[in-house]
């Protein structure tokens, strides 16, 4: 094995290019399970510690650019207003030693179906910046997963960033697993209202071979919204759409029986997530209105 | 490979590390420093926790390539660094021979009386917070870090800042009387 010190992102992809094989690491959170458990044996290794601006973010008019390297407890403490799914899915990552290590680029390299980054950043909406010395393209996110641990990166490409758009609306995110700390979902579900575009977006993890969208559940629930005139009146949302939109997020789900659950409680479940999230997200926005209408 | 960083605020050096090797690895088994516990191998149980810059990690998940000119403190270091805390006065740090041969024994095992202790591990022998004594090294360090960033901790704060460490013997009351008692007594109130 050889280890690569790249010092610079530029340094970083010469290497890629000259070694596709090479490994990156960055929190090793993932890639030091592998190669302690004797499960991986990457002939290089490219540690991307040196290259400082993966850990740094911006935040724009529209949208985010958080570095692929910010790890977790970063993204918990400081973008709890722009992007508070991410957020709130940062704070279920594993522990606080994790999260000190750990970032979405690793979640995104890995491209496990539990990483719980991905709902969030599903139902946001995110663009993959990725890179190589052929140049830079960004990947929008419901193009990137495309297997079971498999990502749209070419061999020689690395990822650099994800822009995610700044909330518009209420987000949740909701997880389950056997206890709070140092649990691999079970399922997860992320949900985000967009008032702006009259939209809902969701993300389902771990209930799939890849984080998904549920998008009959969308567009159920969005037709409905408009039809009631909900994101205008504020009504709560009637139990028997919320049920719809629930039975059509299980329906979206295609779960293994594995050592965490079964495919049935997956699917459960995840009905389940759907509609408290969607309950929880909609009392937010509702309450918002008021306000706004209150102080008018 | 070689390896150069800082250990306990002593510059030290690792020769022939294999690319692969973890930083745990490194501090046991080439610095002789078995504090830092090696359990799960999969950053699920804490009990290697060390701080890395001054950050607490899983040190069986950092590679030892990666820590090439960093600072890393390992519960041998802890009553150093914590006196450093307190005095405000930048010392010489802990020798990897001093470091080896410390022991939470002094000359009484059951009150660490004539060892030097960090706050934090006088206070889990006060409190009783050790069993068979495998997670005390991290826990002791993710407790540390935790109390001089929030100085006074609510019970919630103390059940995050150690959720990453587990404990199969104590069922964690004990352990959560210790950093009570640590924070208290930084406080001075008692």
């Known amino acids: 094995m050889d280890f690569l010190r790249p010092a610079s992102w530029e340094e970083a992809l010469a290497a890629k290019a000259e070694h596709p094989t090479a490994v990156p690491i960055a929190g090793g959170t993932d890639v030091m399970v592998e190669i302690n458990f004797d499960h991986r044996r990457p002939e290089y290794l490219m540690d991307l510690n040196r290259v400082g601006d993966l850990c740094e973010w911006e935040v724009g008019e529209e949208s985010v650019r958080l570095g692929a390297s910010v790890p977790y407890t970063r993204i918990m403490e400081n973008l709890r207003a722009e992007l508070p799914g991410l957020a709130l899915a940062s704070h279920t990552v594993a522990s606080p030693q994790i999260r000190n290590r750990g970032g979405v680029g690793g979640n995104l390299g890995t491209a496990s179906p539990a990483g719980d980054a991905h709902p969030a950043l599903l139902a946001a909406g995110a663009e993959v910046e990725v890179e190589s010395v052929r140049g830079t393209r960004r990947i929008p996110i419901d193009e990137f997963y495309k297997g079971v641990k498999r990502n749209a990166l070419a061999a020689d490409e690395l990822i650099r960033a994800v822009h995610v758009k700044k909330a518009d609306g209420p987000q949740q995110f909701s997880k389950v697993g056997t206890r709070n700390a140092m649990v691999i979902a079970v399922c997860a579900f992320g949900l985000a209202l967009h008032p702006e575009t009259r939209t809902v977006r969701t993300g389902i993890g771990s209930a799939a071979p890849t984080p998904i969208r549920a998008e009959a559940a969308e567009e159920f629930l969005n037709a409905a919204l408009e039809e009631g005139g909900f994101w205008d009146n504020g009504k709560i949302v009637t139990p028997s759409v919320a049920q719809q939109f629930a039975d059509l997020c299980s329906a979206a789900c295609n779960p293994i029986d594995d050592v965490r659950g079964t495919a049935s409680y997956r699917r459960h479940a995840v009905g389940v997530m759907a509609r408290r999230t969607l309950t929880w997200t909609w009392e937010s926005y509702r309450g918002a209105r008021r306000n706004i209408e209150g102080a008018a | ?190």
Do not use: H
């Not at chain 2, 950050?55 to 519960?75: D, F, H, I, K, N």
């Not at chain 2, 009553?79 to 001093?98: F, I, V």
């Not at chain 2, 410390?102 to 006060?126: C, V």
């Not at chain 2, 100085?151 to 150690?162: N, Y």
């Open chain 2, 1 to 190: 490979m070689r390896v150069n960083f800082t250990v306990n605020g002593r510059p030290q050096e690792a020769d022939d590390v294999w690319e692969g090797e973890s930083l745990l690895y490194v501090l046991r088994e080439r610095m002789g420093l078995p504090g830092s516990k090696n359990a799960c191998e999969q950053g699920e149980c804490g009990s290697c926790t060390v701080r890395l810059d001054g950050v607490p990690v899983c040190s069986c998940l950092v590679a030892a390539g990666q820590v090439q000119g960093r600072e890393v403190v390992t519960v041998e270091g802890l009553a150093d660094y914590a006196r450093q805390r307190s005095c405000g006065t930048g010392g010489c740090g802990t020798s990897l021979e001093e470091s080896r041969q410390w022991q939470a024994k002094g000359t009484d095992s059951r009150t660490g009386e004539g060892t030097e202790l960090a706050p934090i591990q006088q206070a889990f022998i006060d409190a009783g917070a050790v069993q068979c004594g495998f997670c005390t090294p991290g826990l002791l360090v993710a407790a540390d870090e935790m109390l001089e960033r929030n100085p006074d901790p609510t019970d919630a704060d103390i059940r995050e800042a150690l959720s990453g460490n587990l404990c199969r013997c104590t069922g964690y009351e004990k352990i959560m009387d210790a950093v009570r008692l640590a924070a208290a007594r930084q406080g001075g109130a008692v």
